[in-house]
């Protein structure tokens, strides 16, 4: 049964009642602790002023708040939502969502629905975004010790949610934008789940494959379907863009550099792998770190999702605790299907075990890199 609760002062004006109108069915009990009453967010933004406004994104615009009662800070996301059907399904979610906990991910504190839209509060990270750390001028920029404790923070996340949680999770939508930065600069991973809604319901501007242009698998544009490999393939254009500080494709640059991965790969085949990393770096960055990352990034890149490295491996290579195997790459097989073998050992022995912040003191790496860009 739809209820649209009002504001339930009964003599409260009309005018406040439709200001404050939510809707909210008896399923929902449930999901108590997670439901937010729209008065509450709408006092904690004062009327979702513009100047409450963070940014707005393919979903709809995120407002920075503090509830009233408890004083916690909030960011909140308005996501348009005509869905008629599969709210049931997608609340369900959310709240499971919302149970996930992970020191580099965002946390989902809970929702609220309205007449055609969700609002989806989460934890405010006091640093941002990491994308304006990366693309632009505003901010500092990050160094490079920095950038590599955040790369080993969202490929724990993803680790958590590709293979620790009590179902396999796919963020689908990992991006620089979507890393966000708390008070000591450690990158959490943000809107987990939410390209779920485009399977529950119509969303404007939805399209049949969910992601962001530059992060697509080459497999999820042909089949629409997401999988943890397609999580790692966008995960491998995040490592490039974080080395490279700049975004996946570029259209006002040099044609051979417009597509990141693809420039990254021909000035590894020429032997100049480091000539891509952030100019804004200079040289305060650890050489054999900075190839690491660049030869990760392009071996999630692979064109074959049989290729990647899961997540798992991902991580361990970031943290010294495997490594990749470089081979020649004299007559190597050129067309992608049967493209090179991506060898990882596990070695803790040979590599100084890492400390939380950096990567691996020690690393040579190995790696076998994709063939058939
Ligand atoms: N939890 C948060 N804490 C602080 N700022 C946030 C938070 N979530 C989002 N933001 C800010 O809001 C902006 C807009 O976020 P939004 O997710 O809508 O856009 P996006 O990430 O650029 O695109 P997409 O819709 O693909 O996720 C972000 O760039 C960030 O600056
Ligand atoms: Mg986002």
């Not at 958590?160 to 990158?187: C, I, M, P, T």
């Amino acid at each position: 049964m739809v209820s649209l609760h009002t504001y339930t002062h009964t003599h409260a004006p009309r005018a406040k009642r439709k200001r404050y109108e939510e809707i909210r069915e008896d399923w929902e009990k449930e999901y108590g602790p997670q439901r937010f009453s729209y008065k509450d967010l709408y006092k904690a933004t004062e009327g979702f002023k513009d100047k409450a406004l963070l940014g707005s994104g393919g979903f709809g615009n995120v407002y920075r708040g503090t509830l009233l009662k408890s004083k916690v800070e909030v960011a909140i996301k308005r996501v348009s939502h005509e869905s008629t059907q599969g709210t049931k399904e997608f609340v369900a979610e959310i709240a499971s969502l919302g149970k996930l906990r992970h020191r580099n991910m965002v946390p989902l504190q809970g929702y609220c629905r309205r007449s055609g839209e969700l609002l989806l509060v989460y934890d405010y990270m006091s640093n941002g975004s990491l994308d304006k750390y990366l693309f632009t001028n505003e901010r500092l920029k990050l160094s490079w010790t920095q950038r590599c404790k955040i790369l080993q923070g969202v490929a724990s996340a993803l680790v958590y949610l590709h293979e620790e949680w009590e179902q396999v999770v796919l963020h689908r939508d990992v991006k620089a934008s979507n890393v966000l930065l708390d008070a000591d600069f450690n990158g959490r991973l943000g809107d987990f789940g939410l390209a779920r809604l485009y399977d529950h319901g119509e969303i404007p501007q939805s399209t049949h494959v969910v992601g962001t242009l530059g992060y697509l698998a080459p497999e999820l544009t042909r089949t629409g379907k997401a999988t943890t490999m397609t999580d790692v393939f966008a995960f491998g254009a995040f490592m490039l863009e974080v080395a490279c500080g700049r975004r996946p494709v570029v259209q006002q640059e040099l044609p051979e550099k417009m597509i990141l991965v693809d420039w990254v790969h021909d000035c590894w085949r020429k032997g100049s792998i480091l000539e891509t990393s952030d100019p804004s770096l200079g040289d305060d960055y650890v050489m054999e770190h900075m190839e690491l990352v660049l030869k990760l990034g392009l071996l999630c890149s692979h064109l074959s999702p049989d290729a990647r490295p899961s997540m798992r491996h991902v991580l361990h290579c970031l943290e010294g605790e495997a490594f990749l195997y470089e081979q020649a790459l004299e007559g190597f097989p050129t067309d992608s299907a049967s493209a090179a073998t991506l060898v990882i050992g596990d070695d803790s022995s040979s590599v100084a075990a890492s400390n939380a912040s950096s990567l691996p003191q020690s690393c040579s790496v190995h790696t076998t890199l994709p063939s058939g860009r």
